[in-house]
């Protein structure tokens, strides 16, 4: 039995996560797209259209964070990286 996924249903998943996650980031994705076909002014992006980083992962605090974190798990990237975002992950798309 194969353990790959077919495309679709792939795709499914990577749109269930795209849900849970990034989808207060649709409004600018498709404000982008559009700025392709539309040249006016209204029409671009600013940084009016950004979110304000929150104070708890701003870069500057992250780095510090990273490497407190990389040292505790004995120099092991991924679970560093889980550990520094598993408590951002989810809410980000709440």
Request: positive net charge; proline residues 3%.
């Amino acid at each position: 039995r194969s353990l790959s996924a077919s495309p679709s249903s792939c795709g499914c998943i990577s749109s269930m996560l795209n849900n849970l996650t990034y989808s207060y980031m649709n409004r600018i994705f498709k404000k982008g797209a559009a700025q392709r076909s539309d040249k006016s002014k209204i029409a671009q992006l600013t940084h009016h259209d950004l979110f304000r980083t929150p104070k708890n992962i701003e870069a500057v605090r992250m780095n510090t964070e990273f490497w407190s974190i990389y040292e505790q798990t004995g120099h092991n990237f991924r679970r560093t990286l889980w550990i520094l975002v598993r408590k951002i992950f989810l809410p980000a798309g709440v």
